[in-house]
């Protein structure tokens, strides 16, 4: 079973308006962070925001807020007033648990589109 | 300024021929792990280390080895690349294995193996 999943393969939003890229996650462990990632066209990976397992707030991070529903197993990231700079490919992923590997379980991505 | 710094950035070689690929971070990081960056198959983990000379396989370790014989540094191995090889490599640390942490990325090695 995915353990990230974005539905989303592409996205296309209006320059300054607010966008929604989704996600799910599935796991057993009580104890995980959620965390999303910016891809641009040049490659690098880019920390955006995380949301703890435990957190009862949204992360907030300037524009980049987490919508963090934890029964849904859901961690939706929301752009506000996006940017054309905002186009890339975003990258939702988890760290599991105490022991083992503590990778990062990527989803596919969601490549977003900002059109002015 | 805090970073993980990966060299070469790119890189065009032939089957056979050993590389590696360097990975250093100056944040005193216990944990670094590298991945492989595929389309369709999203990023996989190769290896970590979860401290100076503790490493492990990750998902996808065949054709792969790493040493950390320094904290900062975290090379990748390749003694003999295939075409198969071909992929972005990405390195990354983190403070500890908390899975609170977020892992920092460098910028990324554009491997060929012709």
């Known amino acids: 079973a995915q353990k990230i999943t974005q539905t989303q393969p592409g996205m296309f939003v209006q320059e300054k308006e607010a966008v929604t890229l989704d996600c799910t996650y599935d796991?057993?462990?009580?104890?995980?962070?959620l965390f999303w990632y910016k891809q641009p066209s040049s490659g690098e990976m880019i920390f955006l925001i995380y949301?703890?397992?435990?957190?009862?707030q949204n992360a907030t991070e300037g524009r980049y807020s987490l919508n963090f529903q934890k029964a849904r197993k859901s961690a939706n990231l929301v752009i506000s007033a996006s940017q054309l700079g905002d186009s890339a490919m975003y990258f939702c992923a988890m760290r599991e648990g105490l022991t083992g590997r503590r990778a990062l379980t990527f989803g596919s991505g969601t490549r977003l589109q900002v059109q002015p | 300024e805090a970073q993980v710094t990966q060299n070469p950035r790119y890189l065009i070689t032939v089957t056979g021929k050993k590389l590696t690929v360097t990975c250093s971070q100056n944040m005193n990081h216990e944990y670094m792990s590298w991945y492989r960056q595929d389309p369709g198959l999203g990023l996989r983990q190769i290896y970590y280390?979860?401290?100076?000379?503790?490493?492990d396989k990750g998902d996808v370790p065949e054709g792969y080895k790493v040493s950390r014989k320094e904290k900062r540094n975290f090379p990748l191995i390749l003694e003999s690349p295939s075409p198969n090889q071909t992929s972005l490599y990405f390195c990354a640390s983190t403070q500890t294995g908390d899975p609170h942490q977020p892992q920092h990325f460098g910028d990324g090695t554009r491997l060929s193996i012709l």
């Open positions: 280390s979860m401290n100076v000379e503790v490493t």
């Open positions: 796991t057993s462990d009580q104890s995980y962070g």
């Open positions: 949301q703890g397992s435990y957190d009862e």
